[in-house]
């Protein structure tokens, strides 16, 4: 046998007959060409069954051309290369390809839930609503796990996709989306007026529906046309061509996605597998063509039933015999197109019925007023049953032989992305069409897609939106003579039409028959959104490109009121089905942000250092030890700092330079303490409130000069402080004359703690009186430290006394390894922020566990910092009830009384051991394991908690069955004098 | 996607920019005298029309300026676009 066996023997222009290729269906070798689709290739090797449907299992051959595609759904690959829920007929076949039909087991031609099919009737619209009920519990554990599997589009593949997906962003004057005769016309009169032009087609070549069935342009064929307009664009620098490219999104202000499947493309070698753009354009000019409508009979769902253009289009372009008798069928004149184009490639054309009484061709067998009633033959097309198109009683009508019908029912415009940009729609009821009204944003539609089916009237319309277009945004030179054809007959066809009863699917991916449209109308389904969630019609993949029209007619007939009352559901990008990686691509892994490195990073790396992201900054959790497990490093670091010395990187806190008149009244109302009394060479912990009262940042504040202070904020929220700044100078006080600056990229900082560090930087910067009096708690000095100008306060998070010392981020670097050698015989430790966490838990200082955005200041344990009242931000909230209120969560310590127990993330805090389900009193907010104590520590947020001190509650995870006894204790563990402060 | 015209640095994507909520809500002069129910409302009863909308935005990865927008909420449409002043 012939391996291929319904390939005529010439013919077809997309395909490469000197490139054999080898691939597998569904485990079966077969062979096809360069050029071809998986469709294309199927049909040429004679396998008519390609996928089972939805609910029914029923056989499903190829129906469309493109990505209308309703039935021929596979899946390509195995394990991590699987790319389900594809379409056939937008699959290029490559050596190699494997392909499976979906929803069928063992394989689609012998499927075991096809038996379903035999009780139809058990599935009406509705069918899971009604059936999958009650009781809920049952929904878990039977009806979802059955649904799923029924529903079975392809299995979502269970590893990662390695592939390498791409984005590009992009500014246009003009976006042309289609590349068929009106998109051609409309990017080359837009190029050539001087408008920079993005042209974007689906298909592997520019055509549009003159890949199906040859035109004419001027004196020449279309498609010639087509190659030495495109051939033009592509010479223009400012022109951007996209094959493989589908217009999948309209957003707002004319951002427009095109997913480009670029890794198909032949001789791209490292292309990514999609290109998703993003392209921003002045104008829109809207190409998208007609997708053809079915017809509705009993069977029209059979393998060999076809769209008309889809069958002239296999034959057009790929040569290739979708059957060898058909019946053309259908209520326009495009029908005798077809039945010529199948002629000339070998099919012999049984009849061509006209359901209309005219459009009589001698040289065809044509059947005038006729219709198809029913298909013959169960797995595929073995006949059909013809009658008068009228119903005529009496008519018992005449059975035909054939493997192919071909149908057409007219054509919907793809008025999707008109749609998408919230244009609004109108119903020409006179041509049955659903057609684009008034734009919403810069578009216009032309071509098929606005209604305009003759190949003259496309290019007309075509060069006149890119005209328009590039107009519109700036560009008017002279584009010369727009091209015409003598195509000129728009092959208008009456509205949409059916026969007979039977099994008439409208959607045939989720198989709704014409009898659930009728029934939801029946059970009182009056919106079209409604019937589309209660039938399911038009949700599957193919989004009801083909089913639309013949349910929004049928709902219309059932309810008895015109179409145009009826009305669409809404047109939701995207298009057709973007790839989940593709929309990720660049939002996962290394490199979705940028990365902030302190000026001591490389140091830290060296050291072998694991590092925890801390905003866009990365931070050293902990220096690795020989011999030591993270747990025992990190105690280490905690013991030898607190009786040594330590050293901690803290340049990843937020720094703001302010500066000006009113710097210091400025910050009297920025933060809810009292700034403006700070004492130059002073500083002061200060807490930023949000407008409502909570605890929205906290840090220190410094004066080094009459005018200028120099502030720190945490690292998690700088951007978010200096924004509030920036707010509140900009449009609260303008009048203020303050100058903030952000620094935090400026300085780098490292705080030394520890009782020995007094002499270490004694050591380092000599001329620096060290003593109490002259450098006491809270002090700023400018001097030279290791060599470097610097900044050094004095201040406090581990507990310990400490200094900071700040330099310029340049010689960040230099200071850390400096301060490092100086320290070598002091044994200075270098500590990572799971030490620097450990202390402050210790000494009961919050973070943002702490002040998680719903505490206030009292609720923190810090009410005193802001009890005096002010017009400062946040303040007034403080003396709302809410924020007063008995029964607050308040910050305690909780002390776990098992020394070896360790403390889970995600506990809450609960009054009793029972487990029961209770109301927690709180939860635990932080926690660690104390070195210095030697036991568990916690701190939490419970309810009343300081009116609690002293007694025991349970530290409890019911999702590990966890239950630990605490005592609530002050959150101050260690050291609640602070003597320690003073070394 | 919003493309918003920045009066110093062009029109430039909504990514560049921070959403700031209603403009022109006049803070109370002296929070302190100002009941609860005036403070609350100043907090929290704000506008959430359909349709034209006075709103912040923060050109965080531009020039950081807070400005006023004019937006439909319903259309995306905008209108004037100036720098935010009381
Ligand atoms: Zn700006």
Redesign the interface.
Known sequence: MRRQPFRAAEGGHLIDRSEPLRFDFDGHRHEGYRGDSLASSLLAAGVRIVARSFKYHRPRGVWGFGPEEPNAMVTTGVREEARPNLKATEVPLSEGLEAFGQNAWPSVSWDLGGAVGLAGGLMPAGFYYKTFMAPARWWYSLYEPLIRRMAGFGPAPRTPDDAFYAKRRIHADVLVAGGGPAGVAAALAAARAGARVVLADENTRFGGDLLRAPGEVGDSDGLAWIDTATAELEAMSHVHLLNRATVAGY?????LTVAERAGEEEGAPGAPAMRLWFV?AREVVIAAGAHERPLLFDGNDRPGVMSASAAGGYAHAYGVLAGRQAVVAGNNDSIYRVARLLRSVGVSIAAVADTRSGGDVRDLPCRAGEAVERVLGSRRVRGVLLRRADGRAGDKGERITCDLVAVSGGWSPAVHLHAQA?GSLRYDEERGLILPDRA?GANRSAGAGAGRFDLDGCLEEGWAAGIAAAASSGHERAAGEPPRSPDRNAGEAPVFWQTGGGKRFVDLQYDVTAADVDLAAREGYRSVEHVKRYTALGMGTDQGKTSGMAGLVLLSEALGRPVAQTGTTTFRPPYTPVPMAAMASGLLGEGRDALRRTAADDWHEARGAPFTAAGLWRRPRYYPREGMDEAETIDAEVRETRAGAGIVDVGTLGKVDIQGRDAAAFLDLVYANRMSSLKTGRGRYGLMLR??GRVFDDGVVMRLGENHFYLTTTTAHQ?EAM?HI??LL???W?ELEVYATDVTEHWFAAALAGPGSRALLERAAPELDLSDDAFPMMAVRAATVAGLSALVFRMSFSGELSYEVAVPADHGLALWTRLLTEGREDGLTPYGTEAMGTMRIEKGHVTHAEADGRTTPDDLGLGRMASA???AIG???L???ALRRNGRQQLVGLSVIDPEARIPPGCQVVESDDMRPAPPLGHVTSFCYSPTLGRALALALVENGRARTGQTVYIASPVIDLSMAAEIVSPVFYDPEGTRLNG | ???IPCPFCGAR?ETEF?Y?GEAGIE??A???A?T?EA??DY?CFHDNPKGPHRE?W?H?DGC???LEVERDTY??E?GAVR????
């Open positions: 957003y707002d202000h004319n951002l921003r919230r919403g407008e409502d951007h924004q920036e707010l900009q449009t609260v303008p009242g002010g017009p303040k007034r909230s003396e709302l009830p | 996607m919003l493309l994507d921070a700031g803070r109370p002296d929070p302190e100002a609860d403070w609350t907090l912040l923060f965080r950081r300026r807070w259309t995306h905008l720098l935010s002043r009381p």
